[in-house]
């Protein structure tokens, strides 16, 4: 292995130099690395507090980059990332490669092979670490430590100019300190982070930056289950109160008779039960934001105090002649369409105007081309310690049916598909690496992809042969589905409320099942009969 050459250094330079985006530099630095070193995969990953994410990557599959690392889970990134030089591991190393099943040079558990972590240090604080394997045992023996040590210098100077960049872009007017708090809190908390690197996404990221500096109150609106929550915590991170509260608030789950109790506060003996002084959401929220989930449901009387609130920045504590007057910043969401909740007299229309000065809409997953791969990395890597799994995998057949789902109950669904199916592979698997395929999905999917699938297992492979020879699964399930809605919705005489609430589904997921089923409720209760199903009722 001869050193790096002059000429690549200075190619390397051009090239960093030219590039107009970070997603450039790091190809463009991965591309030098495996000109110089013979190796089967390279990855940049930077460091975010406890964890390690993917940058960039060639070798690996797609989802690896949706992954987040824990350093302290994986022996081998805890070596790297404590160490001040390039570390080498023995080809029979027997520590757990985190690699493992996700090679594309290589299917199934890694055999011997060689494999190097160099750590990347910017004013001897660890950013990031760059690893390489090869499927040859012992290539990397003979490098020169000359070579290794302007690679990771290269690497290291690459990492640290887009990190500098990413912060200059976001004129970010916190420290470091609160930063790195804000970082690791959005990684640890489940659903922490907006992933997706669809168009579509790329444009929301961009709106909520541009709108997140400012004041005004915005409107989050978009289907049940597509992270309205994780855009209003976005908003609020990324905005000049992010050092203040965020105050939750499910209108949908509040009483109506507590809903202007809970919103504004209320003093004592205020009204019956009322047995000490209560400080309401706005007050709490002073200084920061409140998020009021659902705000559909929140009815007509509150909402003209709501619109007080909104308006003059005071509110009236129940049971207190005088106002109060709060600091408060209003993001609100609803997966109702509120222009017709106005236009049927169900929302106030100045409500509404005062509500959507921003609007944001959060696309459903159906749309964001790309993106199930990385969410289902990100899902599989937090399922994977929540279950304390060596490591967890999906099948290309799965990853095929994941794809091609429909996804009515969006990302969340998404998730809970993931840790429903890791549970069902794992039952099923002694070996360390557990895969998930089509046998796990099936059951938990309503629908299933059609397609050639002959490059994966022979078991998934004829399971999947199996559902397209019935073709019937699908309409087996609808018939299931209609027949279990018109139950349930005669026993409680055709109120879609109280039926949802029995199915345990969400009240917009119920109808959108039951208009796809032909179902729908006048006076009675009906069936359209254009879709061979079970007749009228």
Same mark, same amino acid.
């Given at each position: 292995?001869?050193?790096?050459?002059?000429?690549?250094?200075?190619?390397?330079?051009?090239?960093?130099?030219?590039?107009?985006?970070?997603?450039?530099?790091?190809?463009?630095?991965?591309?030098?690395?495996?000109?110089?070193?013979?190796?089967?995969?390279?990855?940049?990953?930077?460091?975010?507090?406890?964890?390690?994410?993917?940058?960039?990557?060639?070798?690996?599959? =797609?989802?690896?980059?949706?992954?987040?690392?824990?350093?302290?889970?994986?022996?081998?990134?805890?070596?790297?990332?404590? +160490?001040?030089?390039?570390?080498?591991?023995?080809?029979?190393?027997?520590?757990?490669?985190?690699?493992?099943?996700?090679?594309?040079?290589?299917?199934?558990?890694?055999?011997?092979?060689?494999?190097?972590?160099?750590?990347?240090?910017?004013?001897?604080?660890?950013?990031?670490?760059?690893?390489?394997?090869?499927?040859?045992?012992?290539?990397?023996?003979?490098?020169? =430590?000359?070579?290794?040590?302007?690679?990771?210098?290269?690497?290291?100077?690459?990492?640290?100019?887009?990190?500098?960049?990413?912060?200059?872009?976001?004129?970010?007017?916190?420290?470091?300190?609160?930063?790195?708090?804000?970082?690791?809190?959005?990684? &640890?908390?489940?659903?922490?982070?907006?992933?997706?690197?669809?168009?579509?996404?790329?444009?929301?990221?961009?709106?909520?930056?541009?709108?997140?500096?400012?004041?005004?109150?915005?409107?989050?609106?978009?289907?049940?289950?597509?992270?309205?929550?994780?855009?209003?915590?976005?908003?609020?991170?990324?905005?000049?109160?992010?050092?203040?509260?965020?105050?939750?608030?499910?209108?949908?789950?509040?009483?109506?008779?507590?809903?202007?109790?809970?919103?504004?506060?209320?003093?004592?003996?205020?009204?019956?039960?009322?047995?000490?002084?209560?400080?309401?959401?706005?007050?709490?929220?002073?200084?920061?934001?409140?998020?009021?989930?659902?705000?559909?449901?929140?009815?007509?009387?509150?909402?003209?105090?709501?619109?007080?609130?909104?308006?003059?920045?005071?509110?009236? &504590?129940?049971?207190?002649?005088? &106002?109060?007057?709060?600091?408060?910043?209003?993001?609100?969401?609803?997966?109702?369409?509120?222009?017709?909740?106005?236009?049927?007299?169900?929302?106030?229309?100045?409500?509404?105007?005062?509500?959507?000065?921003?609007?944001?809409?959060?696309?459903?997953?159906?749309?964001?081309?790309?993106?199930?791969?990385?969410?289902?990395?990100?899902?599989?890597?937090?399922?994977?310690?929540?279950?304390?799994?060596?490591?967890?995998?999906?099948?290309?057949?799965?990853?095929?049916?994941?794809?091609?789902?429909?996804?009515?109950?969006?990302?969340?669904?998404?998730?809970?598909?993931?840790?429903?199916?890791?549970?069902?592979?794992?039952?099923?698997?002694?070996?360390?690496?557990?895969?998930?395929?089509?046998?796990?999905?099936?059951?938990?999917?309503?629908?299933?992809?059609?397609?050639?699938? +002959? =490059?994966?297992?022979?078991?998934?492979?004829?399971?999947?042969?199996?559902?397209?020879?019935?073709?019937?699964?699908?309409?087996?399930?609808?018939?299931?589905?209609?027949?279990?809605?018109?139950?349930?919705?005669?026993?409680?005489?055709?109120?879609? +409320?109280?039926?949802?609430?029995?199915?345990?589904?969400?009240?917009?997921?119920?109808?959108?099942?039951? =208009?796809?089923?032909?179902?729908?409720?006048?006076?009675?209760?009906?069936?359209?009969?254009?879709?061979?199903?079970?007749?009228?009722?």
């Amino acid at each position: 292995m001869s050193e790096i050459s002059s000429a690549a250094l200075v190619q390397l330079a051009l090239d960093l130099t030219n590039s107009l985006t970070n997603h450039d530099r790091f190809e463009r630095l991965l591309n030098t690395v495996r000109h110089t070193v013979n190796c089967d995969a390279v990855v940049l990953l930077h460091v975010q507090g406890e964890y390690l994410k993917p940058l960039a990557l060639q070798g690996l599959t =797609k989802e690896t980059l949706g992954r987040r690392f824990e350093i302290a889970a994986h022996p081998r990134f805890e070596l790297i990332s404590s +160490s001040q030089t390039p570390v080498r591991f023995a080809a029979d190393s027997k520590l757990a490669d985190p690699y493992d099943g996700l090679l594309l040079s290589h299917e199934g558990d890694l055999p011997v092979h060689a494999c190097m972590g160099l750590p990347l240090l910017s004013d001897d604080k660890l950013i990031g670490i760059l690893t390489l394997d090869s499927m040859v045992p012992n290539v990397f023996d003979e490098i020169p =430590k000359r070579t290794l040590d302007i690679i990771a210098a290269m690497s290291a100077a690459t990492l640290n100019t887009a990190i500098l960049l990413q912060q200059l872009e976001l004129l970010s007017k916190h420290n470091q300190q609160v930063v790195a708090e804000l970082t690791h809190e959005a990684l &640890v908390k489940d659903g922490g982070e907006l992933i997706g690197n669809s168009e579509i996404m790329v444009k929301l990221k961009r709106e909520i930056e541009m709108v997140a500096a400012s004041n005004f109150s915005i409107l989050i609106e978009g289907e049940t289950g597509v992270g309205k929550e994780l855009v209003a915590r976005t908003l609020h991170r990324q905005s000049s109160r992010s050092e203040g509260p965020l105050v939750y608030v499910n209108c949908a789950a509040l009483p109506e008779s507590l809903i202007e109790s809970e919103l504004f506060g209320h003093v004592k003996g205020a009204f019956t039960g009322a047995d000490r002084n209560r400080t309401g959401k706005f007050s709490l929220a002073s200084g920061g934001t409140i998020f009021l989930d659902e705000i559909g449901e929140l009815p007509l009387a509150v909402q003209s105090k709501l619109l007080r609130a909104l308006q003059n920045q005071e509110i009236q &504590v129940v049971g207190k002649d005088d &106002v109060e007057y709060v600091d408060v910043r209003i993001l609100a969401a609803t997966n109702r369409q509120l222009k017709v909740e106005v236009e049927q007299g169900r929302f106030r229309a100045d409500l509404y105007h005062r509500l959507s000065v921003y609007p944001v809409i959060v696309p459903p997953l159906r749309q964001r081309e790309g993106d199930i791969s990385l969410l289902s990395g990100y899902f599989i890597e937090l399922t994977r310690r929540k279950l304390g799994m060596s490591q967890l995998t999906l099948n290309a057949s799965a990853i095929k049916m994941l794809n091609q789902y429909d996804w009515p109950g969006n990302v969340r669904e998404l998730e809970h598909v993931i840790s429903r199916a890791a549970l069902r592979a794992r039952s099923e698997s002694t070996a360390a690496i557990v895969r998930i395929g089509l046998t796990h999905l099936a059951l938990l999917l309503s629908t299933n992809p059609q397609g050639d699938d +002959s =490059k994966n297992k022979a078991e998934d492979s004829a399971l999947e042969i199996e559902v397209l020879a019935q073709g019937n699964l699908k309409q087996q399930t609808d018939d299931f589905q209609r027949q279990r809605i018109l139950q349930t919705m005669t026993q409680y005489h055709g109120n879609w +409320s109280a039926t949802a609430k029995a199915l345990q589904m969400d009240r917009a997921n119920l109808n959108r099942l039951a =208009k796809r089923l032909g179902i729908r409720v006048s006076k009675s209760i009906v069936i359209d009969n254009n879709d061979g199903g079970l007749g009228n009722g």
